[in-house]
């Protein structure tokens, strides 16, 4: 068929919703990497919220939002925010 590729396209599960407080870390991820064109620490993270958190609290959010498919890591083990 004209206009069709050959292998058929498998449509992606719906991701899991976030957490209020995932939403939070996701959001500031975002926010850092629309600024600046390095992966952020985890300390630097940590010192953007407010109150601030610390680097494990902002660990733990990243690692439930990377098994959602919301963010991976690179190679640097940095968190990267999946478009």
């Known amino acids: 068929m004209p206009g069709q590729s050959a292998i058929p396209q498998v449509p992606k599960p719906p991701r899991e919703p976030m957490t209020r407080m995932e939403a939070m870390y996701f959001a500031v991820l ?3 990497y629309k600024h ?6 985890l300390h ?3 010192n953007l919220c407010r109150p601030r958190r ?3 609290a902002v660990r733990t959010c990243l690692l ?3 098994s959602k498919g919301y ?3 690179d190679d640097g ?3 990267v925010v999946i478009r």
Do not use: D, I, K, Q
């Not at 600046?36 to 620490?41: E, F, H, L, Q, V």
């Open 71 to 73: 963010v991976t890591r």
């Open 30 to 32: 975002v926010h850092w």
């Open 64 to 66: 439930a939002c990377e």
């Open 44 to 46: 630097e993270l940590g």
């Open 36 to 41: 600046r064109s390095y992966a952020p620490t």
């Open 77 to 79: 083990g940095h968190f």
């Open 54 to 56: 610390s680097p494990t």
